[in-house]
């Protein structure tokens, strides 16, 4: 025969597990990340898609920079799975998720990898941050990712 507190545990254990899958699941399907000021969504990327997809060197480059900075989180094929991912609340951008990329400004993606994400584990990249980008690279970024995860 369980005794009253034992039956008390196991009550308390199996209701902060629901709530938590709950919190779990509305977090993910309310996050929105919030629109870049009206100035980030003019900026125009100085990179032309066509002339970078002809540049191995520089593919390669950005290829290996991803790696590095980012394939932790969104994932080898830019499916927002990368092994960090897995214990986020908010999972990471999905870039090769059809029309993501598409549906996006590049200055948004510009905004968004420059100031990271609020309320994600999306830091910022500027310079001065630990990522230490610069506005080109953060260019270089954002055309490489058009070149990878868009088909």
């Known amino acids: 025969m369980l005794n009253t507190n034992r039956i008390l545990f196991l009550a308390t254990t199996a209701l902060l597990i629901s709530l938590l899958g709950t919190f779990h699941a509305r977090a993910e399907e309310t996050h929105r990340i919030p629109d870049a000021p009206s100035a980030y969504l003019?900026?125009?990327?100085?990179?032309?898609?066509?002339?970078?997809?002809?540049?191995?060197?520089?593919?390669?480059?950005?290829?290996?920079?991803?790696k590095r900075k980012c394939q932790k989180c969104h994932g080898e094929q830019g499916?927002?799975?990368?092994?960090?991912?897995?214990?986020?609340?908010?999972?990471?951008?999905?870039?090769?998720?059809?029309?993501?990329l598409k549906e996006r400004k590049d200055g948004q993606l510009f905004w968004i990898i420059e100031n990271g994400s609020p309320g994600t584990?999306?830091?910022p990249h500027r310079?001065?941050?630990?990522?230490?980008?610069?506005?080109?690279?953060?260019?270089?970024?954002i055309t490489f990712l058009r070149y990878q995860f868009t088909k």
């Open 127 to 141: 310079l001065g941050s630990r990522a230490n980008l610069t506005e080109d690279e953060i260019w270089q970024f």
């Open 121 to 123: 584990e999306m830091p």
């Open 42 to 66: 003019e900026k125009k990327n100085p990179y032309n898609l066509k002339e970078f997809s002809q540049d191995e060197k520089l593919i390669k480059k950005f290829g290996r920079n991803y």
């Open 79 to 100: 499916d927002g799975l990368g092994p960090r991912a897995e214990s986020f609340i908010i999972k990471p951008a999905a870039f090769a998720k059809p029309g993501y």
